[in-house]
């Protein structure tokens, strides 16, 4: 589970490192994305981990390695990962 955060979006995508391709990916630019999803705050954060979990179990991922880049594990990063923990996705 690959995130980026951008100044006004989330990007989360579920990859397979071993084949290179990735297998589901979900954003606050999808067109299926809440409209109170907005912006790269807490609260969009907390919606996106949900939706991503989601996601990841449609595409029968149960377990994810957390990769969040250069950013530090609190805020935004940390309620993304909270909220995908608590739909369901093991890290």
Do not use: W
């Amino acid at each position: 589970m690959s995130v980026k955060f951008t100044g006004q979006h989330i990007y989360v995508q579920f990859v397979d490192d071993g084949l290179g391709r990735t297998l589901a990916a979900v954003s606050t630019r999808d067109k299926t994305a809440p409209k109170e999803a907005k912006g790269a705050n807490v609260a969009t954060a907390t919606i996106t981990g949900r939706r991503a979990a989601e996601v990841a179990q449609q595409a029968k991922i149960q377990a994810v390695v957390f990769d969040r880049g250069s950013a530090r594990f609190h805020g935004k990063v940390k309620a993304l990962a909270d909220a995908a923990r608590e739909a369901g996705l093991k890290f």
